[in-house]
């Protein structure tokens, strides 16, 4: 019996994977190199030789078969204004001392979505954690805290720190324009 050799390894090729960068230019590069072939200020080639623009993303651009201004990935649930003003409750809260948790901005996307119903991936109209990470890295003014551990001396509560707390409420509302809702004597609510 005759033994025959083992097969020779084969060495595998394998390509180096380019890092693949899928704008190499900002929104404003775009919009005016879009605007000076518009103007016929120079043509499509020549914009395309000296930015190093697609041809095909000057091309759909000028002749509108997208927008300018694009972004990549599904729309968001809510409109740009729905969500700016959740983004101002949530600074406004912090900055007079009360931090929104995640599961309180959750509950008043829900509640908005049940008074202005539309359609949306959520199950009972409640955004997930995959939607809250997408919101805040949208909105990174948005700073996000880890909850700590706050040991008794902080905790306790002195006349001197609600005066601070009193004076930036009032503040926060005079730079809103809702300074009257101080002078409201049925506003006044008494807490035993």
């Not at 805040?136 to 306790?156: F, V």
Request: charged fraction near 30%; proline fraction near 5%; include cysteine.
């Amino acid at each position: 019996m005759v033994k025959s050799k083992a097969p020779e390894k084969i060495e595998k090729v394998t390509k180096e994977k380019k890092n693949y960068v899928p704008f190499k230019y900002t929104e404003e590069e775009l919009v005016h190199a879009v605007n000076t072939i518009m103007r016929k200020e120079k043509s499509l080639n020549q914009v395309n030789k000296e930015t190093g623009f697609p041809k095909s993303t000057l091309s759909n651009k000028v002749n509108n078969k997208v927008p300018i201004l694009r972004k990549i990935g599904p729309s968001t649930i809510l409109s740009l204004n729905e969500e700016d003003k959740i983004v101002h409750w949530i600074l406004a809260k912090a900055k007079v001392g009360f931090p929104v948790h995640p599961d309180n901005i959750k509950d008043s996307i829900q509640k908005v979505l049940k008074i202005f119903p539309r359609e949306n991936p959520f199950k009972y109209d409640r955004p997930g954690k995959k939607w809250l990470v997408s919101f805040l890295k949208r909105h990174q003014e948005i700073g996000k805290r880890h909850t700590e551990i706050i040991s008794k001396a902080r905790a306790a509560v002195t006349e001197n720190s609600i005066r601070l707390w009193f004076d930036g409420v009032s503040s926060f509302l005079k730079k809103e324009g809702y300074s009257d809702i101080l002078c409201d004597s049925r506003r006044i609510i008494n807490c035993d």
